[in-house]
């Protein structure tokens, strides 16, 4: 290692956040002996991140626009309790490369790539440019934006296609084109919910892959060259491009192409310059041929998944590089996999109708336990769960020495896990995990949309 490592500890750390991701990160803090300060919204005063702290300070009203999302509230915050830096979490501005900037220009560190890295890799076209660069492969699509001759660029791609907002991510402008017919109608619905999400309607398109599977590499760069890629996470169980369950490794990739996927994944962050942790998306076809969609520069929901198969904490390791710290481990140790994991998102949100929300008071809560159970969630009896915010309560990690043991092991923790006065979406992860196609490994992109079709086909027979 030929650069100088300069190593600033630090002493207090703000997390802009709310919730499990908040209590998550309070947790490493205390470990690693550093203060934490916690900031709220009026609708948290009581959430559990805002106890666990050693300090809180509220930054407005219950709307994310005013509190979450309001960067001069969070930086006076960050400034006034003298934090040395600021955890973003993941959600809310923790991919605002103006929010990055504005923590560095009041004297604080950014738990996370910078700002330039993150208005770089946050473009998506940006994103596969740097790919192609890199040498790693990306589907068929535009050569960044499209503009007026979109009819042109989409027949040169070939139908069907992908329409994905330029900007942003979580499924928000993305539209699914099966024939040139659609074009015009999908190409508006697309700019349209783009511009209403991101304050941007730029598009791109890229080529289709059918029946695809999710798969994606979680990252960690440091300030000095160093890139590690651990074992791949399996995200294909999703409903409308929003997550359910992951699972790592993948049933699905052998040894052979798992060593690609780190590799691709290494060379795009090198590529970019990456400081932090991070997770490289692709989509994988049937033929296990992979494409890079795009690279997420934060710590993941589902990272759990893969502290559990590692054996590393991500949120400490996030912490030690933004401090300056080398990297502490090497890539023949990031590929070790100590076990099998499988992580679901547990919502408060009605599976039965459609998965409408449910905010409301927890009037009885008995998570899971035992042997390999990790749950994370900042839930207790009494919590009134807001209604202004994502509805996710708990995430319920589960690991087993092999996929057997784990599926039998989520069944029994599904089972037992009790949550009383609002609807939850436990009823329905217990249908998958008896799902005949998820216990083969059998899994892609569309099959949650199957099986909710499949049951309400067998539920209309009935009537």
Partial sequence: ???????????????????????????????MGIKSVAVYSEADRNSLHVRMADEAVCIGAAPSPVSYLNIDAIVTAGKITGADAVHPGYGFLSENADFAAAVTKAGMTFIGPTAEAIEMLGVKSTAREIAVKAGVPITPGSDGVVGKNFREVARKIGFPIMIKASLGGGGKGMRACLKEEDLELMMKTAQGEAKANFGDDRVYFEKLVLNPRHIEVQVAGDNYGN?????????????????????????????????????????????????????????????????????????????????????????????????????????????????????????????????????????????????????????????TIPSYYDSLIAKLIITAPDREHLLARCRRCLGEFIVGGVKTTIPFHQKIVNNEDFIRGNMDTGLIERMMAKEKEESESKK
């Fill in 227 to 383: 890139v590690v890629a651990f074992a791949e996470r399996d995200c294909s169980m999703q409903r409308r491009h929003q997550k359910l369950v992951e699972e790592s490794p993948s049933p699905f990739v052998d040894p052979v192409t798992r060593q690609k996927l780190q590799e691709a994944a290494c060379k795009l962050v090198k590529a970019a310059k990456y400081r932090g942790v991070g997770t490289v998306e692709f989509l994988m076809a049937q033929n296990k041929e992979f494409y890079f969609m795009e690279v997420n520069t934060r710590l993941q929901v589902e990272h759990p998944v893969t502290e559990s198969v590692c054996g590393q904490d991500l949120v400490k390791m996030q912490i030690q590089i933004a401090q300056g710290e080398p990297l502490h481990l090497t890539q023949e140790e990031a590929s070790v996999i100590k076990c099998h994991a499988i992580e679901h998102r547990i919502n408060a949100e009605d599976s039965e109708k459609n998965f409408t929300p449910c905010p409301g008071t927890i009037e009885e809560w008995i998570p899971a336990g035992g042997l390999g159970v990790r749950v994370d969630s900042h839930m207790y009896t009494g919590y």
């Fill in 1 to 31: 290692m030929s650069a100088k490592v300069t190593i600033t500890p630090f002493k207090k750390v703000l997390i802009a956040n709310r919730g499990e991701i908040a209590l998550r990160v309070i947790r490493t803090l205390k470990e």
